[in-house]
């Protein structure tokens, strides 16, 4: 007889934000070792459901290769691919395959099913397969194993891919198991006259979940045991660095958790708690302690999941929730609070909050309306790719009977990409389709624009969707193809500025550059599209209304400290300020440039013909006028020498100026003819149209915000010369901050004035060669001294007055505001979800991102 040994096969995903742990394999591998029977573990990492690998099964071949001959018992748990599993079997002929988990969803050529903890009948079947002896139906009736301890992994055999490697799991402490949350579905009328049966199904607590309706264990029991499993944490592993808790409900015990932690854990760790809404808010005061605990001692604590689901009432009941909208906002903005208020033990590690946009019966009202709760809140702070956030179905829970009573399950998924429990690394679900074609096509259709363009900014893209699809609602029944194609036709340069909105896409074959950056890209709140004036309007009147420095920054779009200063002094004026000419007026003048262009008031464009009265001139005055925040410009017709402006062309070439003119009498004005003018200009091409393709050419900050993601986009070093967020060099707008044309030109410039005035030149050199934390036209400051250090910015000090805003209440107001945040530290780092200012290696102060999402650091001379 052969000596029975098994192999235990776990899979994950090379996906971040991914809290799933096996924790009770290891312990079943132990209880296994303990009754005699030789085991290994083997977790094989498979590439993302849209990594561009994402085909790429080499792992499992590799996994099949460390198997063969050595096992005839191989055994897998939550495997979300029957083709992983059939690639499998076909390299391992003659191997018994047990699947760990509920048989219902076993893949077909698995030979025996039953759960974890039938830890006997695994030893029986194993040792019945190595000594040739039939399998009987009593192995199957032999006594379950609690399994509730973690286990040191000592045997456990990893097997990655490429070189995305699985996130390192948390140690997992077991509090009170399962979740006492346990609201009958029976009277939730969403499931009135839906057959349940007699048993394997769970009817209290949330409709998808099988874990409700548990009572808690007696709390000194769980504390007991929470404590024993720290101690033994501590003592056979102390290089833990993160700690889950396992427990829906926490806060009874997590204060002493953490005291625990505190007393006897040598180095910081971090602890990830979950729980609902309700509860969290009941326990805000546990939390807080909890939270001054942790920072006493150096640890952290992480809220990675909070059960929120919906933003919808709708969805919420449906859900058999128990909760409110209103509790699940409150349960944000309370998140934010204590990050704001615990900088040190509040963990800014991404958190993962449940949320499901989609389920069989969503309508696209409840799209709507949960993007723009989410939105509104800030949830993409805490919970990444909502777009795609779908039900997982599966058979013990009550929603998928009713699915089943109302005919919306099915073979497959209408689209490869629902497929979450494969996208993610769950156990495999149940497939499922959507009530309402409406809402089938917005699925299909943002998931067709997912291929195409890649990661963009995916809440203004669906909105975008399900509002072509709410005012043609004829139309649902066309293929998604024919109505992506139109979504993007209806949505003209708007859709390249909302593909373009995403930080984290680059243009193919460009090098990645920062790959830690982007390894675990979180969700930007990026600022209002350019064409959308109400927003910016808004911008500029929250930014005017700011009348302490915590509303200054929040008007700026951060989360403020709670304890800024209520009269901050003002920044130190920036000694290297100096007023740049037009040079412009230079390069014409010397022969760079064949034409000029300038839109000046009008004294001043009345001594700039005066001085070039020998050459051609076109001539067109208008009424200026000028948002002194944001830079938004607008103009209206004047009549020849009246208005407030003047827009003035000169050229030697009399054709030139002839052309000119002609196109400003075009009745559909200079913008129809934008290549032309800038090529008389002498702009460089890619530069004018870039320009050309902004959906609003009047608003200068959302030009300069779109110049800066381009930049990042490109990953193109910030050329000090292109510098233009608060001086010019040039007079047009770059395509980048990296262009090399426009480096060229500027660069000649800067030569020509340099033989009149080095000195000058010199100093505006200096003076552009500093990073720039820009918000706006009236809003930014510059950082003296500045290097990089990692992903940090570190600086000798902020300096202020440097925008020429007309403003100076608000420009004094925000500066002052910011001023007392950047003194506290010497290091800046400026993320899509945060701004966090660092003293050494210390966070000294945490500004999340809030709507109007505005605030870049534009690295210039690092
Ligand atoms: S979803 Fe969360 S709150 Fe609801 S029953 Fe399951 S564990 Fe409890």
């Known amino acids: 007889m052969d000596e029975p040994s098994a192999a235990i096969l776990l899979f994950q995903v090379a996906q971040s934000r991914n809290f799933i742990h096996d924790d009770l394999v290891p312990a079943f591998s132990a209880a296994l070792t303990a009754l005699g029977v030789r085991n290994e573990l083997f977790e094989t990492t498979l590439p993302a459901i849209d990594a561009a690998d994402a085909a790429d099964l080499s792992a499992v071949d590799a996994l099949a290769d460390r198997l063969r001959g050595r096992y005839t018992v191989c055994a897998y748990v939550r495997l979300w691919s029957e083709a992983v599993f059939q690639r499998l079997r076909a390299q391992l002929p003659g191997v018994t395959w047990i699947y760990l988990g509920d048989p219902r969803v076993a893949f077909p050529g698995t030979t025996h099913a039953f759960p974890l903890t039938q830890v006997e009948t695994f030893a029986a079947v194993t040792r019945a397969v190595a000594s040739g002896e039939p399998v009987t139906a009593e192995m199957f009736q032999l006594p379950h194993s609690e399994l509730t301890r973690a286990h040191a992994q000592d045997n456990l055999v990893r097997i990655g891919v490429g070189r995305e490697q699985r996130p390192d799991r948390p140690a997992v402490v077991h509090g009170s198991a399962g979740c006492a949350y346990g609201q009958s579905v029976l009277e939730n009328p969403h499931f009135q006259g839906v057959p349940f049966p007699s048993e394997k199904v769970v009817l209290r607590g949330c409709s998808f979940c099988a874990t409700g309706g548990i009572p808690r264990r007696p709390s000194g029991e769980v504390l007991a045991s929470v404590l024993a499993q720290l101690d033994n944490l501590i003592d056979h592993a102390p290089e833990t660095a993160r700690i889950q808790l396992n427990d829906q409900n926490p806060f009874p015990y997590l204060v002493q958790f953490i005291e625990r932690l505190g007393e006897r854990a040598a180095q910081p760790m971090e602890v990830l708690i979950e729980t609902r809404a309700d509860w969290f808010l009941g326990s805000m005061a546990v939390m807080e302690r909890a939270l001054q605990t942790a920072e006493r001692h150096g640890h952290r604590i992480l809220l990675f999941l909070v059960g929120l689901e919906s933003l919808s009432q709708k969805e919420l009941d449906l859900y058999n929730k128990g909760v409110t909208v209103e509790q699940n906002e409150r349960t944000v903005l309370e998140c934010r609070r204590l990050r704001r208020r615990y900088p040190k033990s509040y963990s800014d590690t991404p958190a993962a909050f449940g949320f499901i946009l989609y389920n069989p019966w969503t309508e696209l009202t409840d799209i709507t309306l949960n993007l723009d709760t989410a939105e509104r809140i800030g949830l993409l702070e805490f919970r990444g790719q909502l777009t795609r956030a779908k039900l997982r179905l599966y058979p013990d829970t009550a929603l998928f009977y009713k699915a089943k009573h109302e005919g919306l399950l099915a073979d497959r998924f209408p689209y490869e990409a629902m497929d979450s429990a494969r996208r993610y690394g769950y156990e495999a679900e149940v497939p499922w389709r959507f009530q309402h074609a409406a809402t089938d096509r917005a699925y299909g259709i943002h998931d067709a624009m997912f291929r195409v363009v890649g990661r963009h900014d995916e809440v203004r893209m669906l909105r975008e969707i399900v509002r072509f699809l709410e005012r043609?609602?004829?139309?649902?029944?066309?293929?998604?193809?024919?109505?992506?194609?139109?979504?993007?036709?209806?949505?003209?340069?708007?859709?390249?500025?909302?593909?373009?909105?995403?930080?984290?896409?680059?243009?193919?074959?460009?090098?990645?550059?920062?790959?830690?950056?982007?390894?675990?890209?979180?969700?930007?709140?990026?600022?209002?599209?350019?064409?959308?004036?109400?927003?910016?309007?808004?911008?500029?009147?929250?930014?005017?209304?700011?009348?302490?420095?915590?509303?200054?920054?929040?008007?700026?779009?951060?989360?403020?400290?709670?304890?800024?200063?209520?009269?901050?002094?003002?920044?130190?004026?920036?000694?290297?300020?100096?007023?740049?000419?037009?040079?412009?007026?230079?390069?014409?003048?010397?022969?760079?440039?064949?034409?000029?262009?300038?839109?000046?008031?009008?004294?001043?464009?009345?001594?700039?013909?005066?001085?070039?009265?020998?050459?051609?001139?076109?001539?067109?005055?208008?009424?200026?006028?000028?948002?002194?925040?944001?830079?938004?410009?607008?103009?209206?017709?004047?009549?020849?020498?009246?208005?407030?402006?003047?827009?003035?062309?000169?050229?030697?070439?009399?054709?030139?100026?002839?052309?000119?003119?002609?196109?400003?009498?075009?009745?559909?004005?200079?913008?129809?003819?934008?290549?032309?003018?800038?090529?008389?200009?002498?702009?460089?091409?890619?530069?004018?149209?870039?320009?050309?393709?902004?959906?609003?050419?009047?608003?200068?900050?959302?030009?300069?915000?779109?110049?800066?993601?381009?930049?990042?986009?490109?990953?193109?070093?910030?050329?000090?010369?292109?510098?233009?967020?608060?001086?010019?060099?040039?007079?047009?707008?770059?395509?980048?901050?990296?262009?090399?044309?426009?480096?060229?030109?500027?660069?000649?410039?800067?030569?020509?004035f340099a033989k009149e005035q080095p000195e000058t030149v010199a100093t505006i050199r200096r003076a552009l060669a500093r990073p720039v934390l820009f918000v706006d036209h009236a809003r930014l400051v510059v950082l003296e001294g500045a290097r990089r250090d990692g992903d940090v910015v570190r600086y000798g000090r902020a300096v202020g007055g440097v925008s020429p805003t007309d403003d100076r209440a608000v420009r004094d107001a925000f500066e002052r505001a910011m001023g007392a945040v950047l003194s506290r530290g010497d290091g800046l780092r400026v993320t899509d979800t945060a701004i966090e200012v660092l003293r050494g290696g210390e966070r000294a102060a945490w500004l999340p991102r809030r709507a109007p999402g505005l605030g870049l650091l534009a690295p210039f001379g690092l």
């Open 472 to 752: 043609h609602p004829g139309r649902v029944t066309e293929p998604v193809s024919v109505l992506a194609r139109d979504v993007v036709r209806s949505l003209g340069s708007r859709f390249q500025q909302i593909r373009h909105s995403s930080p984290g896409e680059r243009p193919a074959g460009q090098p990645r550059p920062n790959a830690n950056a982007n390894a675990n890209p979180s969700p930007r709140l990026g600022p209002p599209a350019a064409d959308d004036r109400d927003a910016w309007r808004r911008v500029a009147e929250s930014a005017r209304a700011a009348t302490t420095p915590a509303e200054a920054l929040r008007a700026a779009g951060f989360e403020a400290p709670d304890d800024l200063p209520a009269d901050p002094p003002a920044l130190p004026p920036d000694p290297l300020r100096v007023e740049v000419p037009r040079l412009e007026v230079l390069a014409y003048e010397h022969g760079l440039k064949p034409a000029l262009y300038l839109t000046l008031p009008r004294a001043e464009a009345d001594a700039i013909a005066a001085r070039f009265a020998g050459h051609h001139a076109a001539r067109v005055d208008y009424l200026f006028t000028y948002d002194a925040v944001t830079d938004v410009r607008g103009r209206a017709p004047a009549a020849p020498g009246e208005g407030t402006h003047v827009d003035l062309f000169l050229s030697r070439d009399a054709g030139l100026v002839e052309r000119a003119r002609a196109i400003y009498e075009d009745p559909r004005g200079p913008s129809q003819h934008l290549a032309e003018m800038g090529a008389m200009l002498g702009y460089p091409p890619c530069c004018v149209e870039a320009f050309a393709a902004l959906p609003d050419r009047s608003n200068n900050t959302a030009i300069r915000y779109a110049a800066l993601a381009r930049t990042r986009q490109l990953g193109l070093p910030f050329a000090p010369v292109l510098n233009n967020l608060f001086a010019y060099v040039l007079p047009s707008f770059p395509c980048s901050y990296g262009c090399p044309r426009a480096v060229a030109q500027a660069e000649a410039v800067l030569e020509l």
